[in-house]
């Protein structure tokens, strides 16, 4: 058994543990962890109290893939509910659907009784505040929200990163391999706005045959490089693990264009082997990992990917 988790994590991975030595399928066990982590007020990117966007609402993204099945459940951009990933998972196991968004995310949990809630606290109104107070002039403010967003749309950043997205990746006792992935996504982001984390493929992956991937960090680099299946399909061709996320990394770092800033690469194979690489490094990320010889999770630091690494100029 194997869990890897991004630091955003942390809350739930004890639970996740715990139901993984009980025997649990992993994503059943990876789901309950998240949903910690959504529900943890001090964690600003992902669940309640996350980051608003820039009319100051949350919209919060998550997916969930199946290793053993590749059956993935996704939805973007739901506002009002507190567990995005309960959703996912619900999506994958109840529509024959792989992805919804926005009102008929939030019809599609409200007919399964997913568990409302107000997401937007205090601090993320006056987070949301301080910001947009900063940021426009005495104009926009008094005509706001009635202004153009593209005027402002260049400030969407995440005020603390890299801690951002919670990702957690897992082969559980029977060797099945499984992702669930929750976010806000980046702070004062466009609305209607969706990063990497619900689109399978982009910020997530997982083939319980050659291994799982998971990204935190920039979703649109990881969108246009189609990162976590990359890894996936990297190691199918027959790559080990470290060179198969290389050459994801690679492929982020040539990226010349648009707007481009780290990204953590997370990846396990079925083999128990784990590795997590940051591409465009701000500052130490850390991760955390448990596999069945340790009494609890560990504390780690990725890896930095070298600037010399990128493929040579075209
Ligand atoms: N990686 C999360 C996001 O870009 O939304």
């Keep these: 058994m194997l869990l890897i988790a991004s630091h955003e994590g942390r809350t739930g991975v004890p639970r996740t543990v715990e139901l993984l030595k009980g025997g649990a399928g992993g994503l059943e066990a990876i789901v309950e962890g998240i949903k910690l982590a959504e529900a943890d007020l001090d964690i600003h990117s992902v669940g309640q109290s996350s980051w608003p966007n820039l009319l100051g609402e949350l919209q919060l993204d998550a997916?969930?893939?199946?290793?053993?099945?590749?059956?993935?459940?996704?939805?973007?951009?739901?506002?009002?509910?507190?567990?995005?990933?309960?959703?996912a998972y619900a999506v994958m196991r109840r529509l024959d659907h792989e992805i919804l968004v926005g009102e008929g995310a939030e019809r599609f949990a409200a007919e399964i009784g997913a568990e409302k809630n107000k997401?937007?606290?205090?601090?993320?109104?006056?987070?949301?505040?301080?910001?947009?107070?900063?940021?426009?002039?005495?104009?926009?403010?008094?005509?706001?929200?009635?202004?153009?967003l593209l005027d402002v749309k260049g400030v969407a950043r995440d005020p603390e990163r890299p801690f951002d997205t919670t990702v957690y990746l897992c082969m559980d006792r029977q060797g099945g391999l499984a992702t669930a992935v929750s976010t806000s996504g980046w702070a004062w982001k466009y609305p209607g706005r969706l990063g990497d984390s619900p689109i399978i493929g982009a910020g997530s992956y997982a083939d319980s045959r050659y291994g799982a991937c998971a990204c935190t960090g920039l979703g649109e680099m990881a969108i246009r490089a189609g990162t976590a299946r990359s890894v996936v399909l990297y190691l199918k061709l027959g790559y080990g693990l470290r060179d198969a996320v290389r050459e994801a990394?690679?492929?982020?770092?040539?990226?010349?264009?648009?707007?481009?800033?780290?990204?953590?690469?997370?990846?396990?194979?079925?083999?128990?082997?784990?590795?997590?690489l940051d591409v465009n490094p701000r500052r130490a990320v850390k991760f955390l990992m448990w596999k069945d010889s340790l009494p609890s999770a560990e504390v780690r630091e990725a890896e930095n990917f070298a600037p010399q690494e990128k493929s040579p100029p075209n």
Aim: proline content about 4%; hydrophobic content about 40%.
């Design 63 to 87: 997916a969930v893939m199946d290793g053993n099945t590749r059956r993935t459940g996704a939805v973007g951009a739901v506002r009002g509910f507190k567990h995005p990933v309960a959703i």
């Design 119 to 148: 997401n937007e606290t205090d601090h993320s109104a006056r987070a949301w505040k301080t910001h947009m107070d900063e940021t426009l002039t005495e104009e926009q403010k008094r005509r706001f929200p009635g202004i153009s």
């Design 249 to 276: 990394a690679r492929d982020l770092a040539d990226l010349k264009t648009g707007f481009l800033d780290e990204v953590t690469i997370h990846a396990i194979t079925p083999a128990g082997e784990f590795f997590v």
